[in-house]
């Protein structure tokens, strides 16, 4: 199924959402997919071909598989739009709750179906290329930062309690009287 052409100023967004594209870290990132799972995808970062080696989920559950076995006991071979698009579901499902990838570094299943955001599916297998080691697999760009938890003794917690926050202070004064929130203007001769 095939979208019609945007115009106007979607269109423009549209552009600008396939601008951000990098086909280096595409190639990048299918050489890192090809070694993991031992898979030969096509490792062409060009846009159309880096979209056309993924469009069917397969090559993503397979991934998913090699990180962590049996995480999609079924993958979907049945060229069906729907049994493909199951597949890029079973991934997005795996790099939600296995592999905790945040929404704002995840996409839809539109966006790699119907070619919407080349960009937001790159992004998310950068995220899951750094998080390999989670799996004991190679990482694929910058470490993860992880936080330091903290040990606050009850007194520490409590040593704020006396303190007035700036927040808290004093208006001085000041009110609102005067203001005249959705009166009409009135304009005199």
Same mark, same amino acid.
């Not at 423009?12 to 951000?20: C, L, N, P, T, V």
């Not at 910058?142 to 040593?159: D, F, H, I, M, S």
């Given at each position: 199924?095939?979208?019609?052409?945007?115009?106007?100023?979607? $269109?423009?967004?549209?552009?600008?959402?396939?601008?951000?594209?990098?086909?280096?870290? $595409?190639?990048?990132?299918?050489?890192?997919?090809?070694?993991?799972?031992?898979?030969?995808?096509?490792?062409?970062? /060009?846009? /159309?071909?880096?979209?056309?080696?993924?469009?069917?989920?397969?090559?993503?559950?397979?991934?998913?598989?090699?990180?962590?076995?049996?995480?999609?006991?079924?993958?979907?071979?049945?060229?069906? &739009?729907?049994?493909?698009?199951?597949?890029?579901?079973?991934?997005?499902?795996?790099? /939600?709750?296995?592999?905790?990838?945040?929404?704002?570094?995840?996409?839809?299943?539109?966006?790699?179906?119907?070619?919407?955001?080349?960009?937001?599916?790159?992004?998310?297998?950068?995220?899951?290329?750094?998080?390999?080691?989670?799996?004991?697999? &190679?990482?694929?760009?910058?470490?993860?930062?992880?936080?330091?938890?903290?040990?606050?003794?009850?007194?520490?917690?409590?040593?704020?309690?006396?303190?007035?926050?700036?927040?808290?202070?004093?208006?001085?004064? $000041?009110?609102? $009287?005067?203001?005249?929130?959705?009166?009409?203007?009135?304009?005199?001769?």
């Amino acid at each position: 199924m095939s979208r019609a052409t945007k115009s106007g100023f979607a $269109a423009e967004a549209q552009k600008k959402i396939k601008d951000k594209y990098n086909p280096a870290l $595409a190639t990048e990132i299918l050489e890192w997919v090809n070694n993991v799972s031992g898979q030969s995808v096509s490792t062409d970062g /060009d846009m /159309d071909a880096f979209m056309a080696s993924l469009k069917d989920g397969i090559a993503l559950c397979k991934l998913a598989n090699a990180l962590k076995p049996g995480t999609i006991p079924k993958i979907n071979t049945m060229q069906t &739009p729907f049994k493909l698009m199951e597949n890029i579901n079973f991934f997005l499902l795996f790099v /939600d709750k296995e592999v905790g990838i945040p929404k704002t570094e995840s996409f839809m299943t539109s966006d790699l179906w119907d070619g919407q955001d080349p960009n937001s599916v790159l992004v998310c297998l950068s995220a899951l290329a750094r998080r390999a080691d989670k799996f004991g697999k &190679p990482t694929l760009g910058p470490k993860e930062a992880v936080g330091e938890k903290k040990n606050w003794t009850e007194e520490q917690l409590r040593a704020g309690d006396g303190i007035i926050g700036l927040q808290a202070g004093s208006n001085k004064g $000041a009110s609102q $009287a005067g203001m005249n929130m959705g009166n009409t203007r009135h304009i005199v001769d």
